[in-house]
């Protein structure tokens, strides 16, 4: 394909991809604090309160932050079960990933296997200096080396272009939200709640429309809180596919790749609703049949492949998104 159209058409997909993402990540942080502080309001029972919420809302996401921040990609890695391997154990593997290293100007990281038949892959850490990598056996026993190519490309994509820190911080706001909404429904149920209903300091029908919207929303945040969370996924997933073929300029080895995981009827012991949105292809294929595109961790496999077969001819028709 013509050079230059190849690098316009990435760029625009990629600037288009980014500029979604923050702007989700900066509606995600704000309904946060919103919703703290109406929280706050409601279960205190005056304008002050509302800067319990916000300082509730404020140590519940710097204490999952902090744990999260540094011991997450451990936390991610022992839950899929993924044991660490040697350069002589996987050569074929560690080249591969040395070789996207290399191409995206990144540093090597570190190289987990899943023994599971099940075909898929999924990058985790804090930043590119701490970065991980899993793959199934199965991958690497049902993929070629160009389609293995196209998904570790894929992977370091998610490295280089920070998903792997957006993904933690994501996490964060949605453990923050249900953190919340959990306190607050559970003071209700112990009766401080109730007892603040009468007037308070407060007073009056302020509080008691604050109360009403508190409650509307522990109920309804962590389902808005989630949505947001796999719109987000989704936009970086798109991003992730555009930087992969920037990085090997070969769309169809991952289409390739992304046929056949999406393909295998196996579902992957090890996944569940917590790390599914990390790997390459949903993990739990029964539940992502099932589920609306509202409540996809990934955008539709025939759209990535789609894209990426425009690109092999040099077409244009992916370039937003």
């Known amino acids: 394909m013509d050079r230059e159209a190849f690098e316009g058409?990435?760029?625009?997909?990629?600037?288009?991809?980014?500029?979604?993402?923050?702007?989700l990540i900066l509606l995600f942080i704000v309904?946060?604090?919103?919703?703290?502080?109406i929280v706050g309001y409601a279960w205190v029972g005056d304008p002050a309160g509302a800067l319990f919420g916000l300082g509730l809302a404020f140590t519940a996401g710097t204490v999952s932050g902090f744990v999260t921040y540094?011991?997450?990609a451990k936390m991610v890695l022992a839950a899929s079960r993924a044991r660490e391997v040697t350069h002589d154990e996987a050569p074929v593997l560690y080249n591969v990933v040395e070789e996207m290293s290399l191409a995206g100007g990144l540093p090597i990281?570190?190289?987990?296997?899943?023994?599971?038949?099940?075909?898929?892959?999924?990058a985790t850490g804090r930043d590119p200096e701490h970065a991980a990598v899993a793959v199934t056996s199965g991958l690497l026993e049902k993929l070629d080396r160009d389609e293995l190519q196209g998904v570790?490309?894929?992977?370091?994509?998610h490295v280089g272009n920070l998903d792997i820190r957006y993904a933690m911080l994501v996490g964060v706001l949605v453990g923050t939200t249900v953190l919340i909404s959990d306190f607050f429904l559970r003071s209700l149920w112990w009766g401080r709640g109730r007892r603040n209903m009468g007037g308070g300091r407060g007073g009056g029908q302020i509080q008691l429309v604050m109360m009403l919207v508190a409650i509307l929303l522990a109920?309804?945040?962590?389902?808005?809180?989630?949505?947001l969370q796999l719109s987000i996924s989704r936009q970086r997933e798109y991003l992730a596919d555009a930087t992969a073929v920037k990085l090997?300029?070969?769309?169809?080895?991952?289409?390739?790749?992304?046929e056949k995981i999406a393909g295998d009827k196996e579902e992957l012991g090890a996944a569940n609703r917590a790390t599914a949105h990390l790997?390459?292809?949903n993990p739990m294929k029964k539940f992502e049949k099932r589920a609306s595109r509202l409540f996809s961790t990934h955008p539709p496999i025939e759209e990535r492949v789609r894209i990426l077969r425009s690109l092999e001819t040099g077409g244009a028709s992916g370039a937003t998104g």
Not at 31 to 37: D, I, K, L, M, T
């Open 279 to 281: 790997y390459i292809v």
């Open 219 to 227: 109920i309804l945040a962590p389902i808005f809180a989630r949505l």
């Open 248 to 258: 090997t300029r070969n769309p169809k080895g991952l289409a390739d790749a992304l």
């Open 9 to 23: 058409t990435f760029r625009d997909r990629i600037s288009a991809n980014k500029r979604n993402s923050l702007v």
């Open 109 to 122: 990281p570190k190289v987990y296997i899943i023994e599971d038949s099940a075909p898929n892959a999924f």
């Open 31 to 37: 309904f946060v604090a919103v919703f703290g502080y």
């Open 70 to 72: 540094y011991g997450g």
């Open 152 to 157: 570790m490309a894929h992977e370091m994509a």
